[in-house]
Every structure is written in C-alpha cells, then in structure tokens.
C-alpha cells in the first residue's frame, strides 16, 4: 500500500483532500482508482488507512477508514557544519532520518565554506525519506548562524574535534545531547572553548579521519544505540 504525506492530517478528519502533488503522485504516477486504499501520514506521529473517493489528480480526495497514533522516538539531534557541496548535505539529510534523526541543524562554523543552504529544498528531501523508511515523525530542519548560538540555545551535549586533548569515545554510551560534526576545516579552537563551556564533552569518533557527512551519520548511528 502507498504511503502518502499530508502535514494537516488530523484524528478528527473523515474526509481530507491530498495535495496537488501528492494526488497527482497518487492517480497519475501510481494510478489508483476509486475505492483503492492507500496509507497518509502527517510526521506528527499519525498514520491513517484511507479509500479514494475522488480520483481527481489535481485534488485527489480520500475517506479515513482507520488512524493510528505512534509515540514519538528518542530525541536523536545531529548539529553539522554543511559542506561545499550541496548534493552531500541532501544525502546526509536522506540518510540521517532513514536512519531515525529526529533533528538535524546546519552550523555555520568559521570555517565553513556554505554560509547558507536551501532549507525547503531538505525538507522536502526529509519528506521523501519518512514515506520510505516508514517513520512517522517528520525530523526539525534548521540553521543557526554560528557556533555560539547554537550552544547557548542548545546547552549540554557533545562535539567532535580534530584537536589535540581529552575526549570521551562515542563507544562508551552517550547522554541526551546534540552531537556537533565540525566541516572539513573543522572547528575552530574559540568554537570548540565555546561549546565546552556550554556544558559539552569533546568526542571522539574513531582514529580514522572522516568526511563531515560520514561522521555526522555515525554520531546518528551512536545515538540510536
């Protein structure tokens, strides 16, 4: 059965209209047809049962035959410095909430070299990858303007660093906590004394040397843990 998006779904609907999107998706490009059924979620943890009543597929119109209504996860939040190129942060944002992210925050560190990034564009993306690994909370998409923002609005957590000193291993058993993934020029000295003073613990992600997205997937992979 189909999974489809639909972000004003709620429990008190019995009849809803899809997107223009999501029902051309749906009549168009799946080709169902009156009286097929077909799943809907809203990432706000409900899943619905529902059967097309109008197969319009410009405003594909659907009964609710059934909800249900899922907890939500454990809070896993990844804060990464994005990268020059654009195609790796979409992959990092498909693969970290495949693999359960539930907030993902782009830095703009010292020394990164993408000041901004098209936010609407992963979101989309992060759409994409709830309806295919079939989760049922649509993960937090920001961006904060520097290190010391982000560390005063989000006190306690972890950060990995290239520089020299005492740092935990991410093997060890992590507490509830952002994990910050610096970029390729890593973080500064003034940006790591910045977290650490905000109630961060310097981490240590292996002794191979990663690329920003790949260490940004394993510090999702250690909070999963």
């Not at 529902?50 to 197969?55: E, K, N, R």
């Not at 939040?77 to 498909?94: G, I, N, Y």
């Not at 693999?99 to 609407?120: H, M, V, W």
Request: hydrophobic share 35%; charged share 25%.
């Amino acid at each position: 059965m189909a999974l489809f998006f639909l972000p004003n779904l709620n429990e008190n609907h019995k009849f809803i209209e899809l997107t223009q999107e999501e029902s051309k998706h749906c009549i168009r490009v799946l080709r169902y047809k009156l009286g097929d059924s077909i799943e809907i979620i809203n990432g706000k943890g409900l899943l619905v049962e529902a059967s097309v009543v109008d197969a319009n597929p410009k405003k594909c119109s659907v009964r609710i035959d059934t909800s249900f209504s899922f907890p939500k996860t454990k809070d896993i939040h990844v804060a990464v410095c994005p990268t020059k190129s654009m195609d790796r942060m979409e992959w990092l944002t498909e693969k970290a909430v495949e693999l359960g992210a539930t907030k993902i925050t782009f830095i703009y560190s010292k020394n990164c070299e993408r000041p901004q990034l098209k936010l609407d564009r992963l979101e989309k993306i992060a759409v994409s990858a709830i309806k295919q690994s079939k989760r049922y909370y649509l993960p937090e998409i920001m961006f904060c303007p520097d290190v010391k923002s982000f560390v005063s609005q989000f006190p306690g957590g972890y950060i990995a660093h290239c520089h020299p000193g005492k740092k935990m291993s991410a093997v060890c058993g992590l507490q509830k906590g952002p994990i910050m993934i610096g970029p390729e020029g890593d973080f500064t000295k003034d940006e790591v004394e910045r977290a650490l003073q905000n109630g961060y613990q310097a981490l240590d992600l292996g002794e191979f040397r990663l690329r920003t997205e790949t260490a940004a997937l394993i510090s999702v992979f250690y909070q999963c843990s």
